[in-house]
């Protein structure tokens, strides 16, 4: 048994899953800026654009992986963990120091500096976590991804349940947690994720539909539990029991992971006679035949700088180079797309709190809402990772074609706000998460798919860097300014000057009404740029575009007996 125990920690393929799972779990801190962002504005005394210049320096820091994408292809995965593990907590400790005022009042560029350190530790994470996972299961990697950031999504709500739990209704507090926890987390199952040999199960993709049925029932006893806490006033020892069954529902997937986990560690105790391995035929003939002219190939072809081989693009699903990928139309369109979508995105969710305070929704509704766009967030992720797949599978529907569909409805979401109507808010916020957790998973799906996996780690965390970019452009030079020019104009109707007042707000529909407009505009443009992308890969995803790594994949386990025990009963 201890044995197993041991093989399970540091070699269990399905067990290095649920770790990772934990880990995305607590990769989400970002998406509750807008839950504490208020007590930053009203400890620190800044008015909306300096508050909105903090939030895009948190989005550039969630969303400029360079550094963790380059750090992962020399170094391994426990020490990716480690440094994110470090940087998360520096970061959001300093922040929580500045809140309760237990330092001198910092800087504003030193609170962009500590929540941009704080907020990019996410991607060490995901580059740790979520890359090996990929990489470990690549024809899997469309469900993988939708259930990995799928988690993520869920973060903010599951943390915002272990702070009421733990520290009550005190949003400062929830940076200390916000801190300690994900990092903990990381230096846990810092030696269980790792990168492992490729072997294809044939009940593979049933074991990931069992773990989103888990994931589906945590994300509706969350929502369940957040729309109880709008209409009920729970106690401290309600709140801890609430938590208790959170941290069960989310512990449903260690079971399953065990259960494979035995089931694989009981076929390699059998006397190599009776382990079913075999390998395709069609596949071992051609491997045998292309294995020495390959080799001759990489033999004679000469070492060429990555430089001189830019303009040399592979074919689509083709390993790409990091600038053969950065400098293709594909990955520029992608990047116009994401500017345009997730930009538009960031910029919603951030001022969530801010727009509910403008529409006179009370403290408590506010709260609530941002729970459901995380919940939201998650159901946009699961769904855009087993639909896609699934439409990929059945019509070989373009994946981009579901980020142009995404894009659609947050465009609605952010027409909701610019004119809003009674609970609109609640509708928009739950368009605008699942938007928004689609397209993420969408990115990191198609420039997978698109430019391969062998630089994985670098492009995806490439791709996302117009996300910050149009956060800053769309947030704070647009939403930002805006919300302070209405807000102005209160107080010059008012007879007050800027300098008579601690925090400068706005209330009222007026106050976001042009600015979501234009957002509206801008992500509509977005989806026309995805549309475009769609036209150009739909050639490329009516072909079998796993196909290379069932050539590569030189194992199959065919047969799991306890597994498929268990399935019989």
Not at 364 to 386: C, E, H, P
């Amino acid at each position: 048994m201890s044995n197993f125990v041991v093989h399970l920690v540091k070699g269990g393929r399905w067990f290095s899953v649920f770790a990772s799972f934990l880990i995305m779990a607590g990769a989400g801190a970002t998406y509750l800026f807008g839950t504490y962002s208020k007590q930053i504005k009203a400890t620190l005394g800044y008015d909306q654009t300096t508050l909105n210049t903090i939030g895009v320096f948190k989005d550039l820091g969630a969303n400029v992986g360079v550094l963790s994408g380059l750090l992962a292809e020399v170094t391994p995965t426990w020490f990716v963990l480690l440094v994110g593990s470090a940087m998360n907590f520096a970061g959001y400790f300093m922040i929580w120091l500045a809140v309760t005022e237990k330092i001198p009042k910092p800087k504003v560029w030193q609170m962009c500096m500590y929540i941009c350190i704080g907020a990019n530790s996410q991607n060490f994470a995901n580059t740790g976590a979520l890359v090996t996972c990929v990489k470990n299961f690549p024809e899997s990697r469309g469900v993988l991804l939708g259930l990995l950031k799928g988690y993520v999504g869920l973060s903010g709500a599951i943390m915002t349940q272990i702070y009421l739990a733990i520290y009550g209704n005190d949003s400062k507090s929830l940076i200390l947690l916000i801190g300690w926890l994900p990092a903990a987390l990381s230096v846990v199952f810092v030696y269980t994720v790792r990168t492992m040999k490729v072997v294809r199960q044939p009940n593979e993709l049933k074991v990931f539909y069992r773990f989103l049925y888990c994931s589906i029932f945590l994300a509706l006893f969350l929502m369940a539990l957040t729309i109880a806490q709008k209409y009920f006033t729970f106690s401290h020892a309600a709140y801890a029991l609430s938590v208790t069954g959170v941290c069960v529902v989310l512990f449903l997937p260690l079971v399953i992971a065990i259960r494979e986990d035995l089931a694989i560690w009981n076929l390699k105790k059998q006397p190599p006679s009776e382990m079913m391995i075999e390998t395709p035929p069609a596949v071992e003939t051609k491997q045998e035949a292309l294995q020495p002219t390959s080799c001759t190939k990489k033999e004679e072809k000469p070492k060429n700088s990555c430089f001189f081989t830019i303009c040399d693009h592979p074919d689509r699903g083709e390993d790409y180079t990091i600038l053969q990928g950065l400098l293709n139309i594909d990955m520029m369109i992608l990047f116009l797309a994401t500017f345009c979508g997730l930009g538009t995105s960031l910029a919603s969710m951030d001022n969530m709190g801010q727009i509910g305070e403008s529409l006179g929704y009370p403290t408590k509704t506010i709260s609530s809402f941002l729970s459901l766009v995380s919940i939201w967030n998650y159901f946009g992720r699961v769904f855009a990772g087993f639909v896609s797949e699934s439409l990929l599978a059945k019509y070989a529907m373009p994946r981009p074609l579901m980020m142009t569909l995404v894009l659609v409805l947050s465009c609605i979401g952010q027409l909701m706000i610019a004119f809003p109507f009674p609970a609109s808010l609640y509708l928009a916020s739950v368009m605008i998460g699942f938007s928004y957790g689609a397209q993420l998973a969408m990115l990191f799906t198609i420039i997978s798919e698109l430019f391969g996996l062998k630089y994985y780690s670098t492009l995806f965390n490439c791709g996302q860097l117009a996300s910050p970019l149009g956060s800053y452009i769309l947030n704070v030079k647009v939403t930002g300014m805006l919300y302070d020019k209405e807000a102005l104009k209160e107080l010059a109707k008012k007879g007050m000057t800027r300098s008579s007042v601690k925090e400068l707000t706005c209330l009222g529909p007026q106050c976001y009404r042009v600015a979501f407009t234009i957002l509206a505009i801008v992500t509509f443009a977005g989806a026309v740029f995805s549309f475009v992308l769609v036209m150009r890969t739909r050639q490329f995803y009516k072909g079998d575009i796993y196909k290379k790594f069932r050539e590569e994949t030189t194992t199959k386990v065919t047969d799991i007996p306890f597994s498929s025990a268990t399935e019989q009963n």
